[in-house]
């Protein structure tokens, strides 16, 4: 929890500079969204508790807010807030049972600027870290009853990028970047069971069908992102 607390204070006071910082001459503040693709792991979660009864979770769009501050001699500073969201499903008798997974991350990183052409193009490259806040939502329904578990977490990641940026007006830039998140959410905690109160608190398990243990359910981050990004510099 203080973690959490010093890395939410992290990323207010990066878009609090940011805005201040964007009425100091020399400085380049840019405010923006963008829109993509992720695909993280979720190893354990496929491997050993939807296969073979569900597909597996794979990638899926993620969209989200960014803000940067650019320094003169090339550095930038970025925060970056988004949402991604997947979900498996299958026909049971009667009704339906799914997986659905969703995340949000809170980004705060550091970018290198190259001009490839002047005035035109950029090329970038940099690291950050990621607060990635994680939900696990079981659901099955079927007629004249419904069974809902949900399971949340979170962790502090790596990651590393490389972009473009081309500068198609004075004020406005159109970006295109790839990332490769590192980490895992360990463990989640369940937060609500409506068949089950006796359940809430606990840290959901998992039984592996290698050795039969009951073993808390992970959620594997690690993978690659592919995102398109537009920026309007103040």
């Known amino acids: 929890m203080q973690k959490r607390r010093i890395f939410l204070v992290l990323i207010i006071s990066a878009y609090a500079f940011s805005v201040f ?9 840019s405010l923006g969204g963008y829109f993509g693709t992720y695909g993280p792991s979720l190893k354990i979660l496929n491997e ?7 597909s597996e979770i794979g990638a ?11 320094l003169p001699i090339g550095l930038s500073f970025y925060t970056r807030v988004g949402y991604w969201k997947s979900e498996t499903k299958r026909n049971v008798t009667n009704g339906t049972e799914s997986y659905t ?5 809170l980004t705060l990183g550091i970018d290198y600027k190259v001009p490839l052409v002047p005035l035109v193009l950029k090329g970038y490259g940099g690291v950050g870290l990621n607060e990635i806040f994680g939900g696990l939502k ?5 007629i004249g009853d419904y069974e809902m578990q949900k399971a949340t977490g979170s962790a502090t990641c790596f ?5 473009l940026e081309l500068v198609s007006l ?3 830039s159109l970006g295109i970047e790839g990332d490769y998140t590192f980490g895992k959410i360990s463990s989640l905690t369940i937060k609500e069971d409506n068949k089950d109160l ?3 608190g606990k840290i959901l398990e998992y039984r592996n069908r290698y050795t039969g243990q009951s073993l808390p359910l992970p959620l594997e981050l690690s993978g690659p992102s592919l995102r398109f990004s537009l920026y309007y510099h103040f």
């Open 159 to 163: 990651l590393m990028r490389l972009g």
């Open 138 to 142: 079981k659901e099955k329904q079927v």
């Open 198 to 200: 006796s359940e809430i």
């Open 48 to 54: 050993q508790v939807l296969t073979p009864d569900f």
């Open 170 to 172: 004075p004020e406005i």
């Open 60 to 70: 899926n769009a993620t969209f989200g807010g960014q803000s940067r501050l650019g």
């Open 101 to 105: 997974i969703s995340l949000t991350p």
């Open 21 to 29: 910082g964007g009425t100091v001459p020399g400085l380049d503040f």
